[in-house]
């Protein structure tokens, strides 16, 4: 029984010598002094023995087992700290080192400008809204005092929609922000003060200043007494905080089915401050907007009673006031997806 004492020392402190892992010390100590351990084994037969052999050897088994108890506690202690040592060697960082710039993206300018021009007619109580880019022809035409057949529907090339179901409306997409007029006033009351920021479609020819899809800013402000005074002083103050500089307003006599007088918006030329340049063609002034005061038909259309209120609207091309306000030469840069461009704002 001493020969196999001293065996399984030798063995057990030969593994431990040999161990490199911490959870190896776990496996040795398990395999020599765990509850099937070697060690074990022999302090159990002990009873087996003479008073005088069990004295001998139970002396001698307990100092094996104090011995490689504490030499797997030493070796232990060391395996971790190396273990440590080589995770921190493999994950060093150097804080100080120079950092890789990460990329920052900006917002796209027609976002700028759309949140500018919302937080200016918010600062003048107007509400932002928005309307669906596909559209009923009752909204984007009949509502709006344009029949079928009237010459006026010219103006707005058209893409239609194929019909999913069998309702009697045509779908396409909308030419213009104006029918969110008519939905707003059929689920709101009086006063109105509203904008609508939105994409709109046109089937059309392509240059550097006509696009198939666009941008328009829809305005409507109704009550009992809107004036076409009220406008001028709105649309006044709105593109002189755009521009930032002092603008001055010319309103001149146009058509538009659903307003009655109609004018065409003119704002003084914003490069050469009306002395005349490239921009404004020599004429000092720059078109930036349709409106007018709202056509009872309109008001009729959204369920109002024209004799009890008026009001005005207004519609504005968002690119055009972007390529003015970032001097960009072509329209169709907005959505051409090119970072040189989209880079610069
Ligand atoms: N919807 C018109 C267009 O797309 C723009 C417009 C003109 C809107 C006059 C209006 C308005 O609200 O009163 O050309």
Redesign the pocket.
């Known amino acids: 029984m001493k020969n196999e004492l001293a065996k399984i020392y030798a063995n057990t402190a030969d593994a431990i010598t040999k161990a490199e892992t911490p959870e190896k010390i776990e496996e040795i100590r398990i395999e020599c002094l765990g509850r099937k351990g070697a060690l074990t084994a022999i302090l159990r037969a002990l009873k087996d023995l003479t008073a005088e052999e069990r004295k001998t050897i139970g002396e001698e088994a307990n100092k094996i087992r104090q011995k490689i108890e504490s030499r797997l506690r030493e070796k232990k202690i060391e395996l971790e700290r190396t273990s440590r040592e080589s995770i921190l060697k493999k994950e060093w960082i150097d804080v100080t080192r120079p950092g890789k710039q990460i990329k920052k993206g900006t917002l796209h300018p027609i976002t700028q400008l759309l949140r500018e021009a919302e937080s200016i007619f918010a600062s003048m109580g107007f509400a932002t809204i928005e309307g669906p880019e596909v559209e009923t022809e009752y909204y984007n035409f009949d509502a709006l005092n344009i029949p079928e057949n009237h010459p006026a529907r010219d ?1 707005w090339d058209t893409f239609w929609l194929k019909k999913l179901d069998n309702s009697e409306d045509r779908l396409l997409l909308r ?2 922000t ?1 029918p969110m ?1 008519i939905r707003y006033m059929e689920s709101h009351n009086p006063p109105i003060r509203i904008i609508v920021p939105g994409r709109v479609y046109r089937y059309e020819a392509t240059d550097a200043s006509h696009d198939i899809q666009f941008y ?1 800013l ?1 305005g409507l402000m109704v009550d009992k007494n809107i004036s076409i005074a009220n406008f001028k002083a709105i649309i006044r103050l709105f593109f002189s905080r755009l521009f930032e500089k002092e603008i001055t307003i010319r309103l001149r006599p146009s058509f ?1 089915p ?2 009655e007088p ?1 004018f065409e918006v003119d704002i003084s030329c914003i490069i050469c401050g009306q002395k005349g340049c490239s921009v404004c063609k020599q004429s000092g002034w720059l078109e930036l907007a ?3 005061m709202v056509h009872p038909n309109v008001f009729k259309a959204a369920g109002y009673n024209p004799k009890e209120v008026q009001g005005f ?3 504005m091309g968002v690119n055009r006031i972007a390529m003015m306000k970032y001097k960009i030469p072509d329209i169709r840069l907005f959505h051409s997806g090119d970072l040189r461009f989209l880079k610069q704002f």
């Open positions: 103006m030419t213009h104006s007029q328009q829809e538009f659903f307003t109609s349709g409106a007018g609207a207004f519609g």
